[in-house]
């Protein structure tokens, strides 16, 4: 059974950082992708960002892409969402996900993960 906990949610200003990680256990983590939703209060869950088993490919919602930057150390069983220049529309529950199928490209369709961390809040002050 896959097992996420995810870590390093917090509150903070807007335009400061953070940096969540999720730690998998369970199952072979480096051939699975992964990536992180959240779920604003009162709105639907949202894809945020994934990434190949490999680091070889990335996706982002249009929103973060080019302030939220997704990776991995597959020697540690962990993947990573740095947030940078955050704004109080990122306040959210981050969840972290793990991808239903192997060495595949990375997928922003909810129906792709089978595995969900219980979530850590964030939450951006104006």
């Known amino acids: 059974q896959v097992q996420l906990v995810e870590s390093g949610g917090g509150l903070v200003q807007a335009g400061d950082s953070l940096r969540l990680s999720c730690v998998s256990s369970?199952?072979?983590?480096?051939?699975?992708?992964m990536g992180w939703f959240r779920r604003a209060p009162g709105k639907e869950r949202e894809f945020v960002a994934a990434?190949?088993?490999?680091?070889?490919?990335?996706t982002y919602t249009d929103s973060v892409r080019g302030r939220f930057a997704i990776s991995r150390d597959n020697a540690k069983n962990t993947v990573y969402l740095q947030m940078n220049g955050l704004k109080p529309e990122d306040t959210a529950v981050y969840y972290c996900?793990?991808?239903?199928?192997?060495?595949?490209?990375?997928?922003?369709?909810?129906?792709?993960?089978?595995?969900w961390g219980r979530g850590t809040q964030v939450t951006v002050s104006s």
């Open positions: 996900v793990g991808d239903r199928m192997a060495f595949a490209s990375p997928s922003e369709s909810i129906d792709r993960y089978g595995s």
């Open positions: 369970g199952r072979p983590f480096n051939i699975y992708g």
């Open positions: 990434i190949s088993w490999n680091s070889g490919s990335m």
